[in-house]
C-alpha cells in the first residue's frame, strides 16, 4: 500500500505541526467489481451475488437502528456508536445529549490477519 506525507496538528500538543503518513487509495471497487469477482470464485452468477449483497445492505440498517449489532463470520461486526456531552447527575443525561452518532466496524480477526499480515507499504515520492 501506498502513502504519502502529510502536515498535521500534533493531537498531543494542537500548537504543533507535525509530519505523518498517510494512505493513499489506489481505487474504489464497488459492488459490481466485487460481485463479478465473487461470482468467478463461486458458482453464482453476478447477478445473483449483486442481489444478495444488495439484500443485505437493504436489512442492515434496520437491524443497526434498533440497536443490534451484525457479526458477519470471518468479516468483522458493524454497530452503531457515538458520543456525549457528559453531566454532573445521571438524571440530568437525555437523548439530546448523544452526537458525533456514525456506523463502527471492527474487523475479524481472521480479515485481519488476511489483510494486515505481511503487509508492505512504500512512500510515495
Do not use: C, W
Amino acid at each position: 500500500m501506498k502513502f504519502k506525507i502529510t502536515k498535521r496538528k500534533n493531537p498531543q500538543d494542537r500548537s504543533q505541526e507535525k509530519y505523518y503518513p498517510a494512505p493513499v487509495y489506489s481505487d474504489e471497487i464497488g459492488i459490481d467489481e466485487l460481485a463479478e469477482e465473487i461470482s468467478f470464485a463461486t458458482s453464482i452468477t453476478p447477478s445473483d451475488v449483486k442481489a444478495v449483497l444488495e439484500g443485505l445492505l437493504n436489512v442492515m440498517p434496520k437491524h443497526l437502528r434498533r440497536g443490534a449489532k451484525i457479526k458477519l463470520d470471518r468479516f468483522g461486526t458493524f454497530k452503531v456508536i457515538f458520543g456525549g456531552n457528559g453531566h454532573e447527575n445521571a438524571e440530568d443525561v437525555t437523548a439530546a445529549d448523544i452526537d458525533g452518532t456514525r456506523i463502527g466496524f471492527i474487523g475479524a480477526p481472521e480479515m485481519k490477519r488476511a489483510v494486515l499480515t505481511d503487509m508492505s507499504f512504500q512512500k510515495l515520492a
